[in-house]
């Protein structure tokens, strides 16, 4: 499968993400209280998603990897925990513009923010244990550390119903708070940011893959 400019599926994504782009500016309606901003919502809940997605499939192929020990179930890990951390730290960082003039602040250590950042850390750690040249033990931690870490999916997620928060909840048990037209906008948002989460995995993998194809190849030439 070509990457890069010479492949279609780069275009069309392209094209999607233009389009979203286009109803999140032009068709969602401007919001009455928070103003102009709250169309920073529309990228932080999909950067959101796809980092909380990203760690569910971690932990999948944290579990095949302690299963089968297949060197593509930990590469697999790997690169999701990788794109993970990019969204992660786009929620973290469009967050704070979203919320500075509802807020008047930047941070607060409410148990959303908090829950997320504590993600964050757990993605560097993550990556950290993985990086260099693991030994089998290694990625043995890893995975099962990456397995621990899906725990924190669930505590993110439902912090503004668990505990006391300033966050506003944007799903709860009467629907969702939002107009027909926010709706399309925050759904083809996370749909584009999936595809794009697939996309960038799908190249990592690869790049992964021959990664590890060189470095036998110079155990072998060397050898």
């Known amino acids: 499968m070509k990457h890069g400019l010479k492949s279609p599926l780069f275009w069309i994504l392209t094209l999607i993400m233009l389009v979203n782009i286009y109803v999140i500016a032009f068709y969602a309606p401007v919001e009455k209280t928070m103003g102009i901003v709250q169309k920073v919502f529309y990228f932080h809940v999909a950067s959101a998603w796809v ?3 990203a760690l569910c499939v971690v932990f999948a192929a944290s ?7 297949s060197e593509r179930t930990n590469n697999l890990a790997l690169a999701s925990a990788e794109i993970g951390t990019v969204f992660i730290s786009c929620t973290l960082l469009t967050g704070p513009l979203w919320a500075y003039p509802i807020w008047n602040t930047w941070w607060t250590w409410d148990p959303r923010l908090t829950t997320t950042l504590v ?4 993605y560097v ?5 993985q990086g260099g040249s693991a030994t ?3 990625k043995r931690l890893a995975a099962v550390y990456g397995i621990i870490c899906v725990v924190n999916v669930p505590l993110v997620f439902f912090s503004t119903r668990w505990w006391r928060s300033i966050h506003p909840v944007v799903v709860t048990s009467e629907g969702m708070a939002l107009t027909p037209k926010m709706k399309v906008a925050m759904f083809l948002s996370v749909g584009v940011f999936s595809l794009l989460y697939v996309y960038l995995l799908n190249i990592r993998l690869k ?13 072998e030439l060397f050898a």
């Open 51 to 53: 980092g909380l997605l």
């Open 125 to 129: 750690a993550y990556i950290a244990l």
């Open 207 to 219: 790049s992964l893959d021959l990664e590890q194809r060189v470095k036998r190849l110079k155990a």
């Open 136 to 138: 089998e033990s290694r």
């Open 119 to 122: 993600l964050w850390f757990m």
């Open 63 to 69: 579990v095949l990897y302690l299963w089968k020990r």
